[in-house]
């Protein structure tokens, strides 16, 4: 065992040595690895947190909740015909379809949302293009969030339009600094409103937890803000845990009321969160696809500079190798040593981008609702990456090293 660890641990020493004699082709080396490591674990760790977050809001809304939209989640080309974008002529959704299916005994919940981007202000605090989210009552029930202090409005404020209004605590803050939100009334695109709750998100994917955001019911919305129903969505709670089945009655419900004929497709899209993993999957397949590029142009870049490194520090050391030959060496020794010395150049590359990845992450997870964290999948594939660089790149030169006939070397000046 001695005998293996004496060869590596000399490897190691004869690296470093080299980096200390070869600065500044030893650092374009670590610099090519490190951002190829620090681009693998940036990425790997921005998916895991958001995958986090996807499933912590899923798991509050229920696992058999569903969406229905107006259109679909597709990655299908549109040209902007009806051929190939038959969802645009997809009718909007109405109060009338909402209240059918909400009326099912097998739906549990019901909550229809739109959104519009309004100015809100507080005095001389204003807020402009900030978003403003109309729902219908229940909406905590699937959407994961809690109010911190407050109340919700109730499904008879709803019913009216009461000007009352539910802010985040990002909004509270931006509008009125240490002083108390509630009761106080906020202008939103110059219509009164009450604010009658202070809302917290459920540590939203989307990060609609870090931006000013403010949440009145579908009623009032529509009837002071101009928002649009046409681009509302619905969200279903079933009453049980047969989701298909509660889908198949809201499909039912909807194409019975929109006179759709067998054989005509649906016009309307039913998003489960099984499809909605699918398409996330498919996103962070094209980031994956970014970062392997981008990783191996890192990692190519640094390859080089390890063959340029070892090749300076075979020629160097020709005398040496004679020497050692002289004394009963082996070519694979000599292999392993030249191995071991780009392995190692390697190996600091990675570990200073594995750093460099971690406090980053780090500072994201500190300063905004994402869970970033570095996998440890992308930690030992981060780790592997650069040792295989080492050794592919620097198997030319160790090579050499290996072949090299003692006696010529010996003559090397």
Same mark, same amino acid.
């Given at each position: 065992m001695l005998a293996r660890i004496k060869p590596l641990g000399e490897g190691v020493m004869i690296a470093l040595d080299a980096l200390r004699a070869n600065k500044v082709r030893a650092a374009l080396t670590i610099l090519g690895i490190a951002i190829g490591v620090f681009v693998v674990?940036?990425? !790997?760790? =921005?998916?895991?947190? $958001?995958?986090?977050?996807?499933? @912590? *809001?899923?798991?509050?809304?229920?696992?058999?909740?569903?969406?229905v939209n107006r259109f679909p989640i597709t990655f299908e080309a549109c040209d902007g015909s009806d051929d190939t974008c038959l969802w645009r002529n997809n009718?909007?959704?109405?109060?009338?379809?909402?209240?059918?299916?909400?009326?099912?005994?097998?739906?549990h919940t019901l909550t229809v949302r739109t959104g519009v981007g309004a100015s809100v202000k507080y005095k001389d605090r204003q807020l402009s293009s900030t978003g403003v989210n109309a729902y219908t009552a229940g909406?905590?029930?699937?959407?994961?969030?809690?109010?911190?202090?407050?109340?919700?409005?109730?499904?008879?404020?709803?019913? !009216?339009? =009461?000007?009352?209004? $539910?802010?985040?605590?990002?909004? @509270? *803050?931006r509008l009125f600094g240490e002083s108390e939100p509630l009761g106080k009334t906020i202008m939103i695109r110059e219509?009164?409103?009450?604010?009658?709750?202070?809302?917290?998100?459920?540590?939203?994917?989307?990060?609609?937890?870090?931006?000013?955001?403010?949440?009145?019911?579908?009623?009032?919305?529509?009837?002071?803000?101009?928002?649009?129903?046409?681009?509302?969505?619905?969200?279903?709670?079933?009453r049980g845990d047969d989701r298909d089945a509660v889908i198949d009655d809201v499909t039912a419900v909807l194409?019975?009321?929109?006179?759709?004929?067998?054989?005509?497709?649906?016009?309307?899209?039913?998003?489960?969160?099984?499809?909605?993993?699918?398409?996330?999957?498919?996103?962070?397949?094209?980031?994956?696809?970014?970062?392997?590029?981008?990783?191996?142009?890192?990692?190519?870049?640094?390859g080089v500079g390890v063959v340029a490194i070892m090749m300076i520090s075979v020629t160097e050391r020709t005398r040496e190798i004679g020497v050692r030959k002289a004394m009963g060496a082996t070519r694979r020794v000599i292999l392993w040593q030249f191995l071991v010395e780009a392995t190692t150049l390697t190996a600091i590359g990675a570990v200073t981008g594995l750093l460099f990845g971690w406090m980053i992450s780090a500072i994201v997870r500190s300063a905004t609702p994402m869970e970033m964290s570095v996998p440890p999948?992308?930690?030992?594939?981060?780790?592997?990456?650069?040792?295989?660089?080492?050794?592919?790149?620097?198997?030319?030169?160790?090579?050499?090293?290996a072949k090299l006939d003692p006696v010529e070397a010996l003559r090397y000046e």
């Open positions: 674990v940036i990425i !790997s760790a =921005a998916i895991h947190g $958001i995958n986090t977050g996807i499933a @912590a *809001e899923f798991e509050r809304a229920g696992p058999t909740t569903f969406f009718p909007p959704f109405t109060i009338a379809e909402s209240e059918a299916i909400r009326d099912l005994p097998s739906v909406w905590l029930v699937v959407d994961g969030g809690d109010i911190k202090r407050g109340r919700d409005f109730t499904a008879t404020e709803d019913k !009216s339009g =009461a000007r009352v209004v $539910i802010i985040n605590d990002k909004m @509270a *803050e219509q009164p409103f009450e604010v009658i709750g202070i809302y917290e998100a459920g540590g939203s994917f989307m990060g609609e937890g870090t931006s000013p955001r403010a949440i009145v019911s579908l009623t009032s919305g529509r009837r002071y803000l101009n928002a649009n129903t046409d681009w509302a969505d619905l969200t279903v709670k079933p194409r019975s009321m929109r006179s759709l004929r067998p054989g005509q497709p649906n016009d309307f899209a039913v998003i489960t969160q099984d499809k909605l993993f699918e398409t996330w999957g498919r996103m962070t397949g094209m980031f994956f696809l970014v970062m392997f590029v981008l990783s191996a142009v890192g990692l190519i870049v640094g999948g992308a930690i030992v594939a981060a780790l592997l990456a650069s040792c295989l660089t080492g050794v592919m790149f620097g198997m030319v030169p160790a090579s050499q090293a």
